[in-house]
């Protein structure tokens, strides 16, 4: 009896203070112990879950992993679906790799939290569009990979928030079209590819806001390079010129140039597009302005910066500027010879005086004499003449 009693009051104090103390150091130790999930292997802050075959039990991994994780592979699982507060305490992560799993939707706050991530990849899914908040918090992404979907169109809004962005693939989808401010704020952009989807055509004015674009993948779709399609085939003569990539082009519509490559094609082969109504090509130093059939008219927009006039500023600049350098230059030489012309005159007036002077003595002199000494008085005036022009001050006749 006194046994059971001090049991029982032993586990009453234990359960009522000791116990849960007890445990939950317990269970943080061995949290810190496991703080790789089982099926994943970890090196510091990189967690490579990737190749696992992991079904829906991605949520459990997650809640095990260390909240200072960087890096999180779960590239080739079976991974459907992700709660939305699966990312909750994963605030340090910088690379997401959640590649070839079968994910067919996403909630649009799964990657909330996650303003520091750099790199997140969800290519090779089921993705058949994308919740327009999905990257609304991810404003340091530099590379975003949504290679080998089945996207058939993307919002206009989805990547207004990635102004970090340098990197990103579309390529492989179902792309058709594309709306005209989809990469508007993504002036960092340097690399893009739209590889393999089924675009037929492409405005001017979607590519026009990437300033910083270097590389363009274009290859694999159905280019119909009719009109339309001039604007663009500018732009991409621009952007070779300034040293930039673009990969083929190649026309599958008209049939006169299927197959061929829309970067060389010349340009005489759309001289009929500028006979066309309500069409006017012009171009000025290999920039087009142009406003190609009513179609095109529709997709000009207002833009903050014309980017295309400041070539056109800065030659009226140059132009009126050289103007006003010419005007100069001839008010300094009429100046310089007007002073010429007044020393000269002076110089004939000494010349003459002179010679009022020194007549009575040349007088009985031969003639010859008397030209040699005008040729010696002429000498002296060139001279003299010469010193004038020295002596005027420099600035006025540089
Ligand atoms: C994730 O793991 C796969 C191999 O399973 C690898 O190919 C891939 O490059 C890894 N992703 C990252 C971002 O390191
Ligand atoms: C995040 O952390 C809180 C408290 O530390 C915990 O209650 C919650 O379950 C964690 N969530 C996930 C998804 O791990
Ligand atoms: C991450 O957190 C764990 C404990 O949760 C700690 O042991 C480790 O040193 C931390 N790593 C870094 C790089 O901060
Ligand atoms: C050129 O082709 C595209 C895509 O097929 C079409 O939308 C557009 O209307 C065409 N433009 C002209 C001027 O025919």
Redesign the pocket.
Known sequence: MLIMRICKWTLRIKMNVKVPAVLLTLLSLIR?LV?CPSVCTCS??HTDCSNRDLLLSFNLISSQL?????TLNLSRNSITLIDPGAFANLSSLLQLDLSRNQLFTLHPSTFYPLSSLEFLDLSSNFLENLPVDLFSELSNLRELILRDNRLKEVNSKQFQSLAELQHLDLSLNSLASMSLDLLDGLQGLEWLSLAGNRLRTIPRSVLEPLTALQRLLLEGNRWNCNCSLVPFKHWVEWMLYRGGHVDSIVCSLPAFLQGRDLRIIPMDMFQHCSNLPSSSVSATEGLIISTDSTAACLEQRPRVVNLRRAPTTLVLARLVCGVVWLMMVVVVMYSCIYAMLAAKYKQEQLKRSLMEVKEPEVEHEKEEDEKEMEHDFDKGAKAREHADWMVLPPEVCV
Not at 66 to 70: A, E, F, L, M, R
Request: net charge negative.
């Open positions: 810190e703080a510091n802050i260390p909240s200072n994780v960087t």
